[in-house]
């Protein structure tokens, strides 16, 4: 385990706060500390309030912050004398001290204290740190896990026995570390959750954790139980696509909504899936009660249906008996499936979920693994985890959700995605929700959203090789397609059909029609099996309906593009999928119209750039987020009924009109 610390870097952060913020970041930068949310730090600080009075200040991590990305707004500053007498309760729902929390901090607008709030105000030291470390939670996850932290640790740590986090863990650590702390000590284990360390500054708090947690990867190691080896794995030779988004659909039937399912198929997930005990090792508890809320509490072995509706049904009474409010389906639904074939396959109403599953169950393996090469992997009974779920703290948080974006667990596939409208309709369909899987010929489609629900791949798609592994990826990526929006397309320059040769021609109509017909028989098997039913949108042009002279094969393309598409939509309305077409003109804010083009274009026709760009009858302007919202739409509840359509974006055009 190795130190980030770094004098020149913490310089950059001046004060208390600052320090804290600097090795808050470099505790999160590692994930084998702690993953996504996971973990809280804090400082207390003696400041001057509006009255003139001193008074002690607790820094501690608002939820909802991830230490990797905290800053100043993601601590809240809470009254240390109210915390210090609240830890002397004999008992305090955690509803009222979320509530004690919040009324008592200096600045209003701060996020929710962290709910082990009032355990970091117990401790004696400026500057409380704590994770979820891999190593120390395997050694706990141990049938002789105490008696291995105890003599591991001896006086530098007081060990805590688990009890669930909130205000009664507080109070058995205020109990406890009085009355068991001496010189040496420099850490706290929770038994079967995490460890704090701490320190009279950033550095050393943070520096005793990087060697606690070093210690227990040390006697991981030297009881060869640390590194895992797995077998290497052969590639997989037949595609999986039709049989992943077959599985998601069941799912998605299960729990009555759709959803986004992750599959990793490496040697860590298909070795772990492989293994001849993964009945036995794999069916226990999470390492920590910080992952159960995201990965329930056991993985589904294998793709039978029946055992994941019986899990699901289980689970779902559960929250109807426990909870006030009804739940929305889905927090009910089993999150991670382990198959020989598939390796690890995770459930999430996002991808952002899904992938936080992942990463979480990722790291359950390798502790799962190493608890076993050391021992023997024994989580906390059920009842403790169940205890977790139905936290009233946790179901608060699930209530809070409301009501989810759209497309909410759907899959659009765009082409032609780097610019113009197709970049367009990226940024309309993240915005309702979808996982957005983006093809271009351009490099710059990687680039066009950082968003986790966003997959940009390099795809010439006149190549049926690069259209088929695209859609493995984004199969593999979301678990499916939902929808297809078809824009890639060239617009060549003018030419009049008695210069216009066969090379040009036939170069116009494999990338406007060709490619659109192979993508479209691609899509077809995966769109049948859409949970709501595929949905398709054509971007097509006014040259449809009105076409120009120099511009023979720009417009035949699109009009046999529009002639495929009304067939399709004829062919498939059986298998439930619509298909509808959007014809823009005029649309300006796209790679191909610089302004000199721009310019040169309105001074043809004796206009300004502002007349010209506006040349319709309500002298509307066309921009590609107008075209992009317009094709969502076309996939959306408002054209449910719709198929086979064409509508045109243009401001009005006498001659489509
Ligand atoms: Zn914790």
């Known amino acids: 385990m190795q130190s980030l610390w770094n004098d020149d870097e913490a310089s950059q952060y001046p004060g208390d706060l600052g320090q804290r913020i600097y090795s808050s970041r470099l505790l999160g930068r590692d994930k084998s500390l702690v993953l996504h949310g996971g973990g809280n730090t804090s400082v207390k600080i003696r400041e001057t309030n509006l009255l003139g009075d001193e008074e002690d200040i607790l820094y501690v991590k608002g939820s909802g912050w991830d230490l990797e990305f905290i800053e100043a707004g993601g601590f809240a500053p809470v009254r240390m004398a109210h915390l210090q007498r609240l830890a002397q309760l004999l008992a305090l729902s955690d509803p009222q001290m979320v509530n004690e929390l919040r009324t008592h901090m200096t600045y209003a607008n ?120 797995w077998p290497a794995v052969v590639p997989d030779a037949r595609p999986r696509c039709t049989e992943l988004a077959g599985l998601r659909r069941e799912i998605a039937q299960c729990i009555g909504a759709p959803i986004i399912l992750h599959n990793v198929r490496d040697a860590q997930t298909l070795g772990y899936a492989r293994r001849a005990d993964v009945e036995l090792i794999s069916q226990q508890g999470p390492a920590t009660p910080d992952h159960v809320i995201r990965t329930k509490r056991v993985p589904l072995l294998g793709r039978d249906m029946a055992a994941y509706a019986a899990a699901y049904q289980c689970y779902f009474s559960e929250h109807a008996a426990q909870s006030r409010e009804p739940k929305t389906m889905l927090d009910a639904a089993p999150r991670v499936i382990l198959d020989p074939e598939f390796g690890l396959c995770t459930v999430g109403r996002s991808a952002q979920d899904a992938f936080i599953v992942r990463d979480i169950y990722q790291h359950t393996i390798d502790t799962v693994v190493r608890a076993t090469q050391l021992e023997r992997y024994q989580a906390l009974p059920a009842r403790d985890y169940f205890d977790v779920e139905y936290w009233d703290l946790e179901q608060a948080k699930l209530r809070k959700a409301g009501t989810p974006p759209l497309f909410t667990g759907e899959v659009v596939l765009i082409t032609g995605a780097a610019s113009g409208i197709g970049r367009a309709c990226v940024e309309s369909f993240l915005a309702r929700g979808a996982a957005v899987v983006g093809l271009d010929i351009g490099a710059a489609v990687i680039e066009v959203s950082s968003k986790p629900a966003y997959l940009g791949l390099v795809c010439d798609v006149t190549d049926a090789g690069a259209l088929e592994q695209a859609c493995e990826q984004t199969v593999q990526q979301f678990g499916g397609l939902d929808m297809l929006v078809l824009n890639a397309g060239v617009f060549p320059g003018g030419c009049n059909i008695a210069e216009l040769t066969d090379a040009e021609w036939t170069r116009v109509l494999r990338v406007n029609l060709d490619a659109n017909l192979a993508v479209l028989r691609l899509a077809h098997p995966l769109l049948k099996l859409a949970p709501r039913g595929g949905r398709v949108a054509v971007i097509g042009s006014k040259n449809v309906a009105a076409p120009g002279p120099g511009a023979a094969a720009y417009s035949a393309s699109k009009a046999a593009l529009t002639q495929l598409m009304r067939v399709a939509a004829l062919e498939w309305a059986s298998d439930g999928i619509r298909l509808n077409e959007v014809h823009p003109d005029a649309v300006f804010d796209t790679g191909i119209w610089t302004d000199d083009v721009l310019t040169a274009r309105a001074a043809h026709y004796g206009m300004t750039v502002e007349q010209y760009k506006r040349r319709n009858l309500l002298k509307a302007e066309i921009v590609s987020h107008d075209v992009a919202e317009l094709a969502t739409e076309l996939c959306g509840p408002l054209f449910a009924k719709t198929t086979g359509a064409q509508i045109p974006v243009d401001g009005g055009d006498a001659r489509v009109i």
């Open 110 to 229: 701060a996020p929710t204290p962290s709910v082990e709030a009032i355990l970091h105000a117990i401790l004696p030291y400026t500057y409380v740190d704590h994770t979820h470390a891999d190593a120390v939670v395997t050694l706990c996850n141990t049938p002789s896990g105490e008696q291995r932290i105890r003599d591991l640790y001896g006086k530098h740590v007081v060990v805590i026995p688990y009890i669930m986090p909130g205000f009664d863990l507080a109070r058995l650590c205020a109990e406890i570390f009085p009355r068991e702390c001496g010189e040496a000590t420099r850490g706290m284990v929770l038994m079967n959750h995490g460890i704090f360390s701490f320190g009279a500054t950033a550095r050393e708090s943070y520096e005793r954790m990087i060697e606690l947690v070093g210690m227990a990867e040390e006697e991981l190691t030297a009881s060869k139980a640390w590194f895992v080896n």
